[in-house]
Nanobody, 124 residues
Framework: QVQLMESGGGSVQVGGSLTLSCAVS?????????MGWFRQAPGKEREGVAG???????SYEDSVKGRFTISQDNAKNSVSLQMNSLKPEDSGMYYC?????????????????WGQGTQVTVSS
């Protein structure tokens, strides 16, 4: 079992920055998971934004490449998403997720566990 809790969402103007954090609690501390951030805007399907595996290999959705950075601190059991140069289309509910399987890209992830989400609003 994995419990995920996001924090750090909020409102920001176009071009601004936000950092999202996800606290990870695992029933088996040494189990490994693919970790990812997903987002969902009103009326749209949830989409993968960024993913990272235990070795630190990362994957990004094309629209956020060069602007978002995913990182993890295995010692602190946390995953972060640094978001820069934010655009209105980045607005939505952002979810932290954990996948017990394997995927080479964020698009291929099929998470088993989800956090409750944190809202990001980018206004012009």
């Amino acid at each position: 079992q994995v419990q995920l809790m996001e924090s750090g969402g909020g409102s920001v103007q176009v071009g601004g920055s936000l950092t999202l954090s996800c606290a990870v609690s695992k029933s088996k501390p040494y189990s490994n998971y693919l970790m990812g951030w997903f987002r969902q805007a009103p009326g749209k399907e949830r989409e993968g934004v960024a993913g990272i595996n235990f070795d630190g290999e990362v994957s990004y959705e094309d629209s956020v490449k060069g602007r978002f950075t995913i990182s993890q601190d295995n010692a602190k059991n946390s995953v972060s998403l640094q978001m820069n140069s934010l655009k209105p289309e980045d607005s939505g509910m952002y979810y932290c997720a954990a996948d017990s399987g394997w995927a080479s890209t964020i698009a291929a992830m099929d998470p088993d566990y989800w956090g409750q989400g944190t809202q990001v609003t980018v206004s012009s």
